[in-house]
């Protein structure tokens, strides 16, 4: 299937607040018990965890009717608490499970915009960012004071039942396979 890709655009509320509560917890909680740390990008970062599997299959309805794919199906997601003076995100499209993305504030001390295809977007506190991962280049600039502050962040994926992430199943980003198909497409 094909995919219109529109301009991104910011939804308030997202989440109950009762859900949104529960989630930080889980956030702080995971943040404090199980710190596992990415250099690369300067964030604690937690996939597909039960509680975040279960918002997601929440969400699904929103991003059918959001994103105007009655088909879309929920691949990954991922809770992420950025902090420190390696905290960043780079210019990139994403090469994983994410053609329709969600990106959900789930709390900060100071806002940190994500920029898309040249535009900012700064999220308060259940604010949800609706873009195409795989088809808009995404970035972040410098992190607002790193001593102190911290941004969490659940990202909520979506693909068309015809991705490769449900035909060839999650793991086929690591093989060999997709590598070599990568690399001739790009020849």
């Known amino acids: 299937m094909s995919i219109k890709v529109k301009e991104p655009f910011i939804l308030k509320t997202i989440l109950p607040d009762e859900q949104l509560k529960a989630l930080q917890r889980h956030a702080l909680f995971l943040w404090s018990t199980n710190p596992q740390y990415d250099n690369s990008f300067g964030r604690h970062q937690w996939a597909n965890t039960p509680e975040m599997t279960e918002i997601h299959h929440m969400l699904t309805n929103l991003a059918r009717e959001e994103f105007q794919s009655p088909s879309l199906k929920p691949s990954w997601s991922l809770l992420s608490i950025y902090e420190g003076h390696q905290a960043q995100l780079w210019k990139h499209k994403d090469d994983n499970a994410c053609q329709y993305h969600i990106d959900l504030c789930v709390f900060q001390k100071q806002g940190w915009d994500l920029w898309v295809e040249g535009k900012p977007y700064m999220l308060d506190e259940n604010d949800g960012l609706f873009m195409y991962g795989n088809d808009q280049e995404h970035w972040r600039e410098s992190f607002p004071n790193p001593e102190t502050n911290l941004v ?32 001739q497409t790009a020849s």
């Open 152 to 183: 969490c962040n659940a990202f909520f994926f979506f693909c068309e039942p015809d991705h490769w992430y449900f035909t060839k199943g999650p793991e086929y980003l690591n093989t060999d396979i997709r590598k070599t198909n990568v690399q």
